[in-house]
């Protein structure tokens, strides 16, 4: 069946140091979406990519989407320990709008 | 104020009972969806509806079970047949899929279940 895997699944950083997490699908997406999710809270929706190659950007966080619609991106500059959380993406199974989440990167931010 | 909700937060169930959580919104969603989290892992689908009276399985329904008698209820039963049913559970909705666009979902603040 469908796979939609992240990595790495942890992730330690000093303050002020950049952070990149990846999305790979084992089957193309017609679009890929990405949340976070604080330390005990529940996951809120950052963004969806559409279109093949494409890149967004939400202050410090840059979003991308392969051109092959398979695998997508998520870097965030100079974190802060407000970034702190678990990322996850999704991407939609074929022909429905049931979403298959990632396995999620557990970012730690170290002041 | 809208959104979705979840009750309770914390839930504590002896083994072989079963427990009905419950999610309510009002953001006027027709798709609504039941996860389970299991701790330092990703989102399960438990199960998820499109429309009233409507719902199919995900990938994890066995020992489970839920009604869509109303819109914007879509409560999930955790039966006693469900092996391991200790986790936090998380209820999300959305739009539905129209012309070709995705919608993002929703999710509630979820109930952390543990049986013992």
């Known amino acids: ?111 | 104020d809208g959104g979705i909700t979840q009750s309770p937060k914390y839930l504590f169930r002896k083994e072989g009972q079963n427990v009905t959580l419950s999610c309510e919104q009002n953001l006027n969603h027709d798709a609504m969806y039941w996860y389970r989290q299991d701790p330092g892992q990703g989102l399960r689908l438990i199960y998820y509806s499109q429309i009233v009276n409507d719902f199919q399985k995900g990938d994890i329904a066995e020992g489970y079970s839920v009604s869509r008698e109303k819109k914007e209820s879509f409560p999930l039963t955790v039966t006693s047949a469900q092996k391991n049913p200790t986790a936090f559970y998380l209820c999300a909705s959305s739009n539905i899929f129209k012309a070709g666009r995705a919608y993002e979902q929703y999710f509630g603040p979820g109930t952390r279940l543990t049986v013992t």
């Not at chain 1, 100079?78 to 678990?86: I, S």
């Open chain 1, 1 to 111: 069946g469908q796979q939609v895997m992240q990595i790495p699944q942890y992730q330690h950083v000093q303050e002020g140091e950049d952070f990149t997490t990846y999305c790979n699908s084992s089957t193309t997406l017609s679009n890929i979406q990405w949340y976070k999710q604080r330390p005990g809270g529940h996951p809120v929706f950052l963004i969806q990519l559409v279109k093949s190659g494409e890149v967004k950007k939400q202050k410090r966080l840059t979003f991308q989407f392969g051109e092959a619609k398979k695998n997508s991106s998520l870097h965030i500059t100079a974190t802060q320990t407000t970034d702190v959380g678990t990322y996850f993406c999704a991407g939609p199974t074929s022909g429905t709008y049931k979403y298959i989440f990632g396995t999620g990167t557990r970012l730690k931010v170290l002041a």
